[in-house]
């Protein structure tokens, strides 16, 4: 089956920048559409943003307000969410999702999944 792997996050501190990734292992990157969600603490998952097929169209959550912008390296068959900004507030764990079938705003859209990135934003 497809793997998404999350080689891993790290600290930093409120107001820096921080670009997580996600390596996929499919014969081609650009039949998944490819998704971001991010949980923070006793919160439910909420979707971030989102890489279609190949038409490679993006569009990202309400509460993001467009401060992350999701790439794709389709020869290294990688995925990034490179973050500025970041807010101070514990730590959030981001996963990585893909799917053959829909660019959605749901986990319900995706069929895989990435084991998490924890990022912790410091004051």
């Known amino acids: 089956q497809v793997q998404l792997v999350e080689p891993g996050g790290g600290l930093v501190q409120a107001g820096a920048s921080l670009n997580i990734s996600c390596t996929v292992s499919?014969?081609?990157?650009?039949?998944?559409?490819t998704a971001w969600f991010r949980q923070a603490p006793g919160n439910e998952s909420e979707f971030v943003e989102v890489i279609s097929q190949n038409i490679d169209t993006t569009f990202y959550g309400d509460s993001m307000s467009g401060r992350f912008t999701i790439s794709r390296d389709n020869a290294r068959k990688a995925v990034y969410l490179p973050m500025s900004s970041l807010h101070a507030g514990g730590t959030d764990v981001y996963y990585c999702?893909?799917?053959?079938?829909?660019?959605?705003?749901?986990?319900?859209?995706?069929?895989?999944w990435g084991q998490g990135t924890q990022v912790t934003v410091s004051s």
């Open positions: 999702a893909a799917s053959r079938l829909i660019a959605g705003v749901r986990e319900s859209a995706y069929n895989y």
């Open positions: 499919a014969g081609t990157i650009t039949n998944y559409a």
